[in-house]
């Protein structure tokens, strides 16, 4: 059972991202400087390649979280939530935030992705206890 709870924390932290992209699409857009073609969507998408790419990397950190979870004794919703809360804020933002420093991006995508970082690992944590 214990795959079938990753896959539902995969799940549930990129259904939040979803939702959070689709509230921050043109800041986010702005703030990635994504080309706009004539119809004001993306010029290139990528097609479904990183929503595929997407899902499949909160699964995989919904498996480590479960596993690090498991080691630690971290067993109650209180602590998976907070334990996620500080994967994504120190342990997963930090990287980020580096990563767009030196790759000049704007200040503004870091916040924007930062905060789906966070409340995604939080939300996972939340829903490995769950179950």
């Not at 043109?26 to 479904?48: L, R, V, Y």
């Not at 909160?58 to 939530?81: E, Q, S």
Request: with cysteine; glycine share 16%; hydrophobic share 55%.
């Amino acid at each position: 059972m214990e795959i079938l709870n990753v896959i539902v924390a995969g799940f549930a932290a990129f259904a939040f991202g979803a939702v959070w992209y689709m509230s921050m699409s043109k800041p986010w857009m702005a703030a990635a400087e994504i080309k706009m073609g004539p119809d004001g969507k993306p010029a290139n998408n990528g097609g479904m390649m990183p929503f595929v790419i997407g899902l499949l990397g909160m699964i995989l950190a919904a498996g480590m979280m479960r596993h690090i979870f498991g080691m630690t004794a971290i067993d109650t919703i209180g602590k998976g939530v907070t334990s996620g809360l500080g994967i994504g804020a120190f342990s997963v933002m930090p990287w980020v935030a580096m990563n767009y420093a030196f790759g000049q991006r704007k200040p503004m995508l870091t916040v924007i992705d930062g905060i789906n970082v966070i409340v995604g690992c939080g939300i996972i944590g939340l829903v490995l206890m769950l179950f």
